[in-house]
C-alpha cells in the first residue's frame, strides 16, 4: 500500500529539477510525464510499461488521447471533483486538443509539475489550471 503522503515528499523531492523533454531523473532532468514516471518508480519500483519516444508536439499531430489512455493502463481513473493530493491530473491546454500535461496535486490547490523552460516546481492550482483539467487518476493501492 503507498499512502498519500509518500506520493507527495517524492513529489516534491523533484522541485528544482530542471526541464528536459523526455527525461525521468531526479536532480538531472524530467518533463511533465517524467516526474510522474519517476515518482511512479519510486513507490512501485519499476515503470509498466516501456516509454516509446515522442516529439514535444505529440498532441497536436495525432489528436489522440495517448496520455489519457497510457495513464488509464496503470493508475486508476477518478472523478475530477474527486481527486485529492496525492492524484495525478491531466490537463486539455488547447480547447478540442488531447490531454498533454501531466501533474501531481501536492494540496488541494497545488500541483506539483514540469513544463518546458520551468524546473519542476509547486505552483498554484490557478482557475485558469483548474479550467483545462481534463482528467483525474489515482496512484493504485493508496491509503490516507
Do not use: N
Not at 6 to 27: F, L
Not at 64 to 89: F, M
Not at 91 to 103: D, N
Amino acid at each position: 500500500m503507498v499512502a498519500r503522503a509518500e506520493i507527495i515528499a517524492e513529489a516534491r523531492a523533484w522541485r528544482g529539477t530542471p526541464y528536459r523533454h523526455q527525461a525521468s531523473v531526479k536532480g538531472i532532468g524530467a518533463d511533465c510525464l517524467g516526474l510522474v514516471r519517476g515518482v511512479y518508480r519510486a513507490l512501485y519500483g519499476e515503470e509498466p510499461e516501456p516509454m516509446p519516444a515522442y516529439t514535444e508536439d505529440w498532441a497536436e499531430i495525432t489528436g489522440a488521447e495517448t496520455l489519457a489512455d497510457a495513464a488509464a493502463r496503470h493508475l486508476v481513473p477518478i472523478a475530477i471533483d474527486e481527486a485529492q493530493p496525492g492524484d495525478v491530473v491531466l490537463f486539455r491546454i488547447v480547447r478540442g486538443g488531447p490531454a498533454k500535461h501531466a501533474a501531481i496535486l501536492s494540496e488541494p490547490a497545488r500541483i506539483v509539475h514540469a513544463y518546458s523552460g520551468h524546473a519542476v516546481a509547486e505552483s498554484p492550482l490557478t482557475p485558469w489550471w483548474r479550467r483545462k483539467i481534463a482528467y483525474a487518476f489515482s496512484f493504485p493501492a493508496l491509503t490516507g
